[in-house]
């Protein structure tokens, strides 16, 4: 292979909108890792112009022409997030935006269409988790703001709510989805949705700003977010966990998709078999969906119930401040192995000198692993006393 610099470009829409930012954040992040060139072409939405009488919706188009010059410029690969700049497109339509790029390497980011590799959020398992979470606390009758009908990740959202419905043993009715607009403007569904169905105790929505909407709807009906009807969002936006109540999400990491888009294209330029297809999502439980979950900012409530309970408890906790799953998972499984060390130990047979010794250096050394620990340690360091704490009201 030559020493010539791969010359990448993505497609996005405008970067005053939240995930696109974060997604060519991620991709920047990745270029300058892997030492390739990448374009950036913010040509905003294509066809909101036909769904949205808006003054700026009207002249969208005039963005969208960004687009037509990379089908021009010669690149050696295109990321193309169709699932976000053509989202009210069906696949139909989506297929031919991306045909008109023929003669370059595509990768479909946001939807799966025919003909084209692609990469998108594992839709369904975030979505999946936060339904059964939901039935576990006693909600029973779960509604679904549930975005475009035209949008490929938001039938696979709605699939596996209706699926996860299934499986709890819960009703569903019509009346409890309703399709929307995927920004700001869709008051007026989440208040049909509320009066033709009184009896909601909860909501799925499809991204975190149709929940902030719901929120307002809630409030205005004297009902409490998260008490009275849980809410629950995707993509775990900055401004997810600032909400009042914080707001219970499924975390799509924008940042990490965008790095992996370009991944996959060093691979292909690079003769590198890459057959993954999917970014992993996470159930993120916050006080929207439950009013006792008080742990999330109280770290002595953690150690409260069997050795499993805990377990779930430190993995939200944690999870709820790292930014990806592997992230979590580097700081958890040495905690885990560490209570399970201690319960071993500890709360079954009367402990000699050198099990006591033994266990007060794999404590200091679980709580020194900087690297483990991934900038967490502040937030983390508190759990050492507690871990102590638990072990003491529990040893023989």
Same mark, same amino acid.
């Given at each position: 292979m030559d020493n010539k610099r791969f010359n990448v470009c993505i497609l996005a829409a405008t970067l005053t909108d939240l995930f696109s930012n974060e997604l060519v954040k991620g991709a920047v992040s990745a270029a300058r890792r892997l030492d390739i060139n990448l374009t950036v072409m913010p040509g905003k939405y294509l066809g909101i112009q036909n769904i949205n009488d808006g003054f700026e919706a009207f002249y969208e188009y005039q963005y969208n022409v960004l687009f037509r010059y990379a089908a021009n410029a010669h690149f050696d690969y295109i990321i193309a997030p169709v699932g976000t700049i053509a989202y009210v497109y069906n696949n139909k339509l989506k297929k031919r935006f991306l045909d008109s790029f023929s003669g370059t390497p595509v990768l479909c980011v946001a939807s799966e269409i025919d003909g084209y590799d692609c990469l998108e959020f594992d839709n369904k398992a975030g979505i999946i988790s936060a339904v059964n979470y939901l039935a576990e606390r006693g909600r029973k009758h779960i509604g679904i703001m549930a975005g475009s009908s035209e949008n490929c990740e938001c039938i696979e959202r709605y699939e596996a709510y209706r699926e996860s419905l299934e499986r709890n043993g819960l009703v569903f009715r019509d009346s409890y989805l309703r399709f929307c607009d995927m920004s700001y403007d869709c008051t007026e569904d989440a208040e049909r949705l509320f009066d033709e169905n009184p009896e909601l105790d909860a909501v799925i929505c499809i991204n975190d700003i149709i929940a902030s909407v719901v929120y307002n709807v809630i409030q205005k009906r004297g009902k409490t977010v998260g008490e009275d009807i849980a809410v629950i969002g995707f993509d775990d936006q900055p401004f997810a966990k600032e909400m009042t109540p914080p707001l219970a999400t499924v975390r799509a990491d924008a940042f990490e998709l965008g790095s992996r888009c370009v991944e996959k294209a060093y691979n292909y330029l690079s003769g590198i078999k890459?057959?993954?297809?999917?970014?992993?999502?996470?159930?993120? #439980?916050?006080?929207?969906?439950?009013?006792? !979950?008080?742990?999330?900012?109280? #770290?002595?409530?953690?150690?409260? $119930?069997?050795?499993?309970?805990?377990?779930? =408890?430190?993995?939200?906790?944690?999870?709820? $401040?790292?930014?990806?799953?592997?992230?979590?998972?580097? &700081?958890?499984?040495?905690?885990?192995?560490?209570?399970?060390?201690? *319960?071993? *130990?500890?709360?079954?047979?009367?402990?000699?000198?050198?099990?006591? =010794?033994?266990?007060?250096? !794999? &404590?200091?050394?679980?709580?020194?692993?900087?690297?483990?620990?991934? $900038?967490?340690?502040?937030?983390?360091?508190?759990?050492? *006393?507690?871990?102590c704490t638990w072990l003491i009201r529990n040893c023989l």
């Open positions: 890459d057959d993954r297809h999917l970014v992993e999502t996470r159930f993120i #439980p916050r006080a929207s969906c439950f009013v006792d !979950k008080h742990f999330i900012k109280a #770290p002595e409530m953690l150690f409260v $119930g069997t050795t499993s309970e805990i377990k779930k =408890n430190l993995m939200d906790y944690i999870s709820d $401040g790292t930014a990806t799953v592997k992230d979590a998972e580097m &700081i958890f499984t040495p905690l885990s192995e560490l209570i399970d060390h201690l *319960e071993n *130990e500890f709360f079954y047979t009367r402990a000699n000198e050198s099990s006591v =010794n033994d266990a007060y250096q !794999k &404590i200091v050394d679980v709580f020194r692993n900087d690297k483990a620990f991934n $900038g967490e340690t502040s937030k983390l360091y508190m759990l050492q *006393e507690n871990l």
